[in-house]
């Protein structure tokens, strides 16, 4: 199936989209269809939809690294080209800020790239451990512990076995130690 969405024909992606989205078994049998069905599906707006294909390809094709890997990446990621640039920039960016002890800029930082990729997994964790560093020194705030379950809240749906579940469910019990 082409990626009518990826190629600027956003018509013919919907018209492709409406017909495919009545059927009732998964039209696709390979890994590539999969795929290709799901950018189009975050191309049109049809998030939630290709956030199930994706969990469903993942159970699939459980043991294929490759594909899992691939499946991740969108998951992460379902922008164009030159907007991973800028959030994988931004991250970068973020990652040296907290290095170097500027929370405050980190956080910034990751929130920018977030702004381009909000369901992005590594992005989502990262400021969590901002925030909640910055809560070391500030643990009277509760608004920085709102803002880590807000971003923990938005992974909900992160899949076993994306490579950042371990990581998560770390972060959410630290969250919740905190928050007692």
Sequence with gaps: MPDYAGQGQDRQAARRFEYQAGWDLPFWTDARTGL??????????????AKQLLAEMSERFSNDPETLQKIESLLD????FRQKIKARSLNRDGIKAFES????????TFS???????????????LV????????NNPTS????????????????????H??????IALKRKLKGLME
């Design 77 to 80: 990621e379902p922008v164009g």
């Design 163 to 168: 490579r950042q579940h371990r990581r998560y």
């Design 36 to 49: 290709d069905y799901a950018k189009t599906l975050f191309r049109l707006g049809h998030e939630s939809d």
């Design 129 to 136: 451990q901002v925030l909640m560093k910055e809560h070391d």
């Design 101 to 108: 002890g500027n929370l405050q800029e980190a956080a910034e």
């Design 142 to 161: 509760t608004e920085l512990l709102k803002r880590c379950q807000s971003c923990l809240d938005r992974l909900s749906g992160l899949p076993e076995q």
């Design 112 to 126: 920018k790239a977030l702004e381009i990729v909000p369901d992005h997994a590594a992005l989502n964790l990262n």
